[in-house]
DNA sequence: CTACACCCTGTATTAAATACAGGGTAAAGA
DNA sequence: TCTTTACCCTGTATTTAATACAGGGTGTAG
């Protein structure tokens, strides 16, 4: 059995225990992705472990691909009162959008290793990447 | 055999012909990507075939990952004397980056798809993804 | 008790555009 | 010829997603 301990977290150790930089936390606050915490009496910000989990999934998210704007999509998820249908829709909206990321992306990786293999690699000045890109 | 023909373009032709946005040329005059092109007598902007190819060659590059600052390292070589190994590492290095960003988003989308399907569908407040999403 | 690490706010800067305000010009149609 | 429309000009502001910095306050270890 565990006993519940609660964990407190000033913005410094948020960041760092979330991997971001800790001004982006104050950016966060600011779009409203993250809510305002409490504070101390002098003012320091004191965030709990809900924080923690909150601020992981922003960036797991960012790293994806998603911006704020879909992030906050999906913390949509989260903070409504959603029915569990309209969750799944959403979560599959969003598989959607990542599935048109990952063809856009497999077409520029095809297109930039195809011209790497094409390209001698040596001094001359004959290159296929610019003679490619230079096509008209 | 063809006759040299001397095209000229407008901003706004140039910037349907090349598919970027108008304003867009202006910005890349001022940070140095295209030349300040010739004016007419009243201050029209005069394009040549020339910055037709430069500017198709600079959305081509962006599309493919490149950023702004790397665009001009490629045009560097353009226009002076280029060295295609350099050029091909840079490509590679982005096919790389491309490559880890296809392998991050598979995995969202499995995580997504996988939720979904697991989802009960109903009108609960209980729902997997919430759960899943939100696990530490 | 004094360094030093850390916290606070507010403002400025970055990249890569995009948008808009307030005009000038060119050319097609009446 | 006139006028309307479509396009061009410049300059400035806004966008996204942060990051950086200035000028202070706080809390704790030695």
Redesign the interface.
Known sequence: MTISQKREYTRGKLAKEAGVNLETIRFYEKIGLMPDPPRTGAGYRCYS?DH???L??IRRSR???FTNNEVSG?LE??DG?????E??DI??V??GI??G??ND??K??A???G??AE????????????DR??E?
Do not use: H, W
């Not at 009162?81 to 249908?85: E, H, V």
């Open positions: 472990i923690l989990k909150r992981k999934f790293e994806l691909g999906l998820m989260v009162s959603y029915a569990c249908d969750v799944r979560a599959l969003n598989a990542i599935a990321k990952i992306l497999a520029m990786q297109a930039l290793e011209m790497a390209c001698s690699g040596g001094e001359t000045p004959d290159c296929a990447i610019i890109l230079l008209e």
